[in-house]
């Protein structure tokens, strides 16, 4: 009786709640001991926060522009399809859905876990299968979430982010405390060159940006923005200013309390802090992480399903990924299909391993999305955006995420050869399936049985008007 598409429900506080809650999560709490392992000091380790924060603005701004440029939801897969074409924007699909996405839903849900359990263990490691088997559950009522109501979960999404910020706050508060004190001897020789080892600077960097990640999510969502000329600039820098400041104040509090070597040891950063700095909230500060974590998930898997949703109505994924839930007026199949391979990572994954082979395919295609806005000013000089950024922003940005990518290759080369691996496999599955459609023909039958059973069984629809 009505018409069904994805309706614009995103206001600016939701948008943003989606980049503060998507960057805010197990990141901060888990990424400390990876940037500092691979940056050798503290100093140059908050210099790496910042760099990270920086360069996380220059893409923010970056997305900005090309989300008021391009009307489409999707982020990275639609800038790319729009300004560089098929083929790339087909094995950034390909990689996000086999390696990207997976891998970093993995990691956020592994932190969800383990903190939901440290109260629980203290002070003892908490069971490696009881946090993988939490680490699916909190990942399964995301996922059920999503597929009931877009509006609960704009909602969940501004009430964790709330959390999230006093989370950061129970952790910087009493650093700032014992700093003001004048304990500052953590912070002798921060600078000690021989420290830095210049071939692992790329996997600090992958360790931070992983920490910041969540930036561009807004660009996801771009069709369901109420006013996206004027919301998507605000959002994204208001969200990385507060989320650069945070960050900054919280590694300064870390290393207060705890010294490198405590750093480096402890597999939960955030609880040895409480443990040696706030005893009182030793069960309070884990499950803060762990909601923040929660709001993480929900945030990705929020922005990845329309990705899928886009994929599919432009030709590039199976033609039941575009449809929409006749009541509840969410892209069911697109949110449920991460599920396999979301339990199997998280089954079989370590945290680390996983962060550094997902980094490679995110910031390689990041770097190719920045680089499609300088080629789509070039080709459309006449268009008019609402937001335009220098163009020294888009270019360094694109210039460093494709040095960091190529460096990593010496840091991580077992790891990055098979994210590399992953992004090369698709080049035949595009010429086969979708440039030359070679196996379609034999299969349209039983390809339109299963897509009109799988309508049937999900209650879903083709979307009836386009909303961009």
């Known amino acids: 009786e009505e018409a069904i598409f994805l309706r614009k429900k995103i206001t600016l506080l939701r948008a943003f709640s989606l980049l503060i809650g998507s960057m805010v999560g197990s990141g901060i709490f888990i990424s400390p001991k990876g940037v500092l392992k691979n940056s050798g000091t503290v100093g140059f380790s908050l210099v790496v926060w910042f760099a990270c924060g920086l360069l996380s603005m220059f893409g923010a701004l970056c997305y900005a522009e090309l989300g008021t440029r391009i009307t489409k939801s999707g982020g990275h897969y639609i800038y790319i399809l729009e300004t560089l074409g098929p083929l790339p924007s087909f094995l950034f699909l390909w990689a996000e859905f086999f390696a990207i996405r997976p891998a970093n839903s993995a990691v956020v849900s592994l932190a969800f876990g383990r903190y939901m359990l440290e109260p629980f263990f203290a002070p003892c490691a908490a069971p490696l299968p009881a946090v ?250 006449e268009l008019h955006s609402p937001f335009k950024v220098p163009l020294f922003v888009p270019v360094s940005f694109t210039i460093i995420c494709l040095f960091t990518v190529a460096m990593s290759f010496y840091s991580d080369p077992v790891s990055i050869s098979i994210g590399c691996t992953m992004v090369l496999s698709g080049f035949p599955v595009y010429y086969v399936i979708i440039h030359r459609q070679i196996f379609l023909p034999f299969f349209p039958t039983l390809s339109d049985y299963l897509t009109h059973r799988l309508q049937l069984l999900l209650e879903v629809v083709q979307q009836e008007i386009k909303t961009y």
Not at 189 to 202: H, N, Q
């Open 132 to 381: 993988k088997l939490v680490s699916l559950l909190g990942y399964y009522m995301v996922l059920t979430l999503n597929s009931w109501s877009v509006t609960w979960s704009a909602r969940l999404q501004t009430a964790l982010s709330v959390v999230k910020l006093l989370a950061l706050a129970l952790i910087i508060v009493p650093g700032m405390m014992l700093l003001a004190q004048g304990h500052t001897e953590n912070f002798q020789d921060a600078f000690d060159r021989e420290s830095l080892v210049l071939d692992k600077l790329p996997l600090a960097f992958y360790a931070g940006m992983f920490a910041y990640s969540g930036w561009f999510q807004a660009s996801f969502v771009r069709e369901e923005l109420v006013r996206p000329e004027r919301n998507i600039p605000l959002a994204v820098i208001i969200s990385v200013i507060t989320v650069i400041v945070g960050y900054m104040l919280t590694n300064v509090s870390y290393y207060t309390v705890l010294g490198t070597q405590d750093v480096l040891a402890s597999p939960a950063v955030a609880v040895s802090f409480v443990q040696r700095a706030f005893k009182s909230l030793i069960s309070v500060v884990p499950v803060l992480v762990a909601l923040s974590c929660f709001g993480t998930m929900n945030g990705g898997i929020f922005t990845f399903s329309r990705t899928l949703f886009v994929a599919s109505r432009e030709g590039q994924w199976p033609p039941l990924f575009s449809m929409i839930h006749i009541r509840r007026h969410t892209p069911l199949p697109a949110v449920m299909l991460m599920f396999p391979l979301v339990t199997a990572m998280v089954c079989v994954g370590d945290i680390y391993h996983l962060m550094n082979f997902f980094s490679f395919s995110r910031w390689l295609f990041i770097g190719l999305a920045t680089l499609g806005l300088i080629v789509h000013r070039h080709r459309h000089p």
